[in-house]
């Protein structure tokens, strides 16, 4: 089976603090994208990277950075939190379309920015 | 820009009965894949049902299948037999060669004994 870790299931963090999610996948995958959750907005897609050292800007992605330095992990950064940024963020992954469109996630990471 | 609609914020049912979560989308693209996904309360966000635009044949997994309207551009989710656990946030979803998924806002659904 597929598995997508994140770091923290919870986070509690301050205004202005430097916050990294970590997310790390067992599958090879080349994909993999950050989403931010929300009550009565769905999930918006922040980051994602098709491949190492390769990122693109999702729908969302103001106050947020990314970084894949090796094939498993990508990490999502908030250069200085804020409170507007509390919310759960979703980690997943895939294969390319080309072989599969199924996307994976992770548990999720609830953040709280005080 | 791709959207998602899906009309119902919540919904409940009785257990062993059947519901169906309406989900309308919006695309320009001839070939595109749809997906069901489900979410149970603080449990992992988990792939219901996937649907290739261009078979008519709608999907089915057990007691999860769709309705699959390309031409009114509606993908509603059948679930049979309700159970508890099938209680959940379920979040109708579209891609196409973008490999972005577009999600819609999503129904929370409710199962009762």
């Known amino acids: 089976d597929v598995k997508v870790t994140q770091s923290s299931r919870y986070l509690v963090k301050r205004t202005g603090e430097k916050v990294f999610l970590e997310c790390v996948q067992d599958?090879?995958?080349?994909?993999m994208f950050w989403y931010r959750q929300d009550p009565g907005l769905g999930l918006r897609l922040i980051y994602f990277?098709?491949?190492?050292?390769?990122?693109e800007k999702g729908d969302i992605p103001e106050g947020y950075s990314v970084s894949r330095e090796k094939k498993e992990r990508f990490s999502l950064i908030l250069e200085s939190a804020s409170t507007n940024q509390t919310s759960m963020y979703l980690c997943?992954?895939?294969?390319?379309?080309?072989?599969?469109?199924?996307?994976?996630f992770g548990p999720g990471t609830r953040l709280t920015v005080l | 820009a791709q959207t998602v609609t899906q009309s119902q914020p919540e919904m409940s049912v009785q257990e062993a009965e059947t519901v169906t979560l309406s989900c309308t989308y919006d695309?320009?693209?001839?070939?595109?894949?749809l997906f069901w996904y489900k979410q149970p309360p603080s449990r992992q966000m988990i792939l219901v049902i996937r649907?290739?635009?261009?078979?008519?044949q709608n999907a089915t997994e057990n007691r999860f299948s769709v309705n699959f309207q390309k031409a009114a551009k509606s993908f509603s989710l059948k679930i049979s037999d309700s159970q508890l656990g099938d209680t959940a946030m379920y979040f109708c979803?579209?891609?196409?060669?973008?490999?972005?998924?577009?999600f819609g806002k999503g129904t929370k659904l409710t199962v009762n004994p």
């Open positions: 997943a992954s895939s294969l390319p379309m080309s072989v599969t469109d199924t996307q994976y």
């Open positions: 599958m090879d995958h080349e994909n």
């Open positions: 990277s098709y491949d190492v050292k390769m990122k």
């Open positions: 695309t320009s693209e001839s070939n595109y894949y």
């Open positions: 649907q290739e635009a261009y078979k008519q």
């Open positions: 979803a579209f891609i196409r060669g973008s490999e972005k998924l577009v």
